[in-house]
């Protein structure tokens, strides 16, 4: 198994890909699956959301961000702390942030295409490491407005590299890792450009839950245009 980490949108994706943007939307993605939300409906701006709702029908919820503030006329903001069983459990839910979808809207021919987070790098290393693929993309979105990698999400997916059995890797998913590795992450992302715009614009507290590295064995992966929240298990 190769892997490979690219940063924001990807000219070129292997069969496999993992996008990762630990604040807030893989986190967020991961923690509504975790509180039972049935399926989620990836796309890349409001107007779509609300067009696709209008087509699939009002039990479907509105959640989403536009530079992290909730878009008018959404139900729920993405903020993992908002996400819980009470709001979500079993609704099926139209999602639309600034960064991770459109990555994913570029990437949605991938054969196959998981979303990644530090609260479950491990779930998802393993589900890698027993389906074994040749080629593993691991997307750093970073913050696409400004062309920007950002320090969580490097982390994020050189959480994913450390605990894959990779066979080979390139310079950039080497480099990931040994930031990974290096513990002074923990207290240096906090202070990192997104941390401080959350803390900005009242999310602060979202920092947090989204550096709670493997509390959820969930594995979101995209088939038939939507998002499923799988278990290990589901896959043996």
């Not at 139900?75 to 600034?98: K, M, Q």
């Not at 999400?153 to 605990?163: C, F, M, R, T, Y």
Request: net charge negative; with cysteine; charged share 25%.
């Amino acid at each position: 198994m190769f892997v490979d980490v690219l940063f924001g949108l990807p000219q070129r994706f292997a069969e496999t890909v993992v996008v990762v943007d630990v604040f807030r939307s893989s986190t967020a993605i991961v923690t509504a699956f975790e509180n039972g939300a049935a399926s989620i409906i990836p796309c890349s701006s409001a107007p779509e959301a609300f067009k696709l709702r209008e087509r699939l029908g009002d039990d479907y919820l509105l959640v989403g961000e536009e530079l992290g503030l909730t878009p008018k006329g959404f139900d729920l903001n993405i903020s993992p702390s908002l996400l819980t069983r009470e709001r979500v459990g079993g609704r099926r839910i139209i999602y639309c942030s600034t960064n991770l979808m459109k990555v994913v809207s570029r990437c949605i021919d991938a054969k196959r295409l998981v979303i990644g987070a530090l609260i479950n790098s491990r779930a998802v290393a393993e589900y890698l490491n027993e389906i074994r693929p040749d080629h593993v993309s691991i997307i750093a979105c970073g913050f696409l407005p400004k062309n920007m990698i950002t320090l969580e999400d490097v982390v994020g997916a050189g959480a994913i590299v450390h605990k894959l059995r990779y066979d080979e890797a390139s310079d950039s998913a080497i480099l990931a890792q040994l930031v990974y590795e290096n513990d002074r992450w923990r207290e240096i992302v906090p202070r990192g450009f997104i941390a401080n715009y959350l803390k900005q614009i009242g999310w602060g507290n979202d920092i947090e839950i989204c550096l709670k590295e493997d509390a959820s064995d969930i594995i979101p992966i995209l088939e038939g245009g939507e998002l499923k929240g799988m278990r290990p298990r589901d896959h043996l």
